[in-house]
């Protein structure tokens, strides 16, 4: 399977660049995924010779199964995205195509006009969409210095977000990988052997002397 990534920022440190970093690292084992980087490329929609900028994401989501746009913090969608989603839609690119979209504000709903409007024209173009609006707390770590969500409330709601485009039998073998890895404590060693506690504790009961009264 695979998955494209648009982020509707232009700047490469801004917070919706970063979230789609971190929303790529949350896929399970099996899933490709591929940030698409020509928003502040993209020209203004009109009839006539389609722009390289326009061929090379057509290319890419007809190549994929599915794709994750995160949108802006602030109320309104940036002109590039707009011009962006009005050639996907003028060319089909989009009919039956599942798409997730995450946007962040830090308050409820803060971002709720801008996921609205991207919502609309999603379905205009045909996409099946999906999605959520996290609310980030100003002040906060965000991000670890893996580029992932700190939280672990943010983290779930993204694979929640995420798991809507995979299939329910990658998402479920990569729980069962969690689960499965053991913790490690501060040496890179695991913080605790389930087994050898339990094979400890027989073998001492074992050995345990049986008192007389």
């Known amino acids: 399977m695979k998955i494209i990534g648009i982020a509707a920022g232009l700047h490469t440190g801004s917070f919706v660049n970063r979230l789609l970093g971190a929303a790529g690292g949350e896929l399970p084992e099996g899933v490709d995924f591929e940030v698409w980087s020509g928003l502040g490329e993209m020209p203004p929609y009109e009839p006539g010779p389609v722009p390289a900028p326009v061929r090379e994401l057509t290319r890419m989501i007809l190549a994929a199964d599915a794709v994750v746009v995160t949108a802006p913090e602030h109320s309104l969608l940036p002109d590039e995205l707009i011009d962006t989603l009005d050639w996907l839609s003028a060319r089909g690119v989009l009919a039956g195509r599942l798409v997730a979209v995450m946007s962040a504000s830090a308050r409820a709903c803060g971002a709720m006009w801008a996921q609205a409007e991207l919502f609309k024209r999603l379905q205009s173009a045909g996409a099946v969409v999906t999605?959520?609006?996290?609310?980030?707390?100003?002040?906060?770590?965000?991000?670890?210095?893996?580029g992932r969500l700190a939280d672990p409330v943010l983290r779930q709601q993204v694979r929640d977000v995420i798991g809507g485009l995979c299939p329910a039998e990658l998402m479920e073998r990569s729980r069962l990988n969690e689960v499965m890895e053991p913790a490690l404590d501060l040496r890179g060693e695991p913080a605790l052997d389930l087994r050898g506690v339990a094979l400890g504790a027989l073998d001492a009961e074992a050995r345990e002397p049986v008192l007389s009264r």
């Open 131 to 146: 999605g959520a609006e996290l609310v980030i707390l100003p002040g906060c770590r965000h991000f670890d210095e893996d």
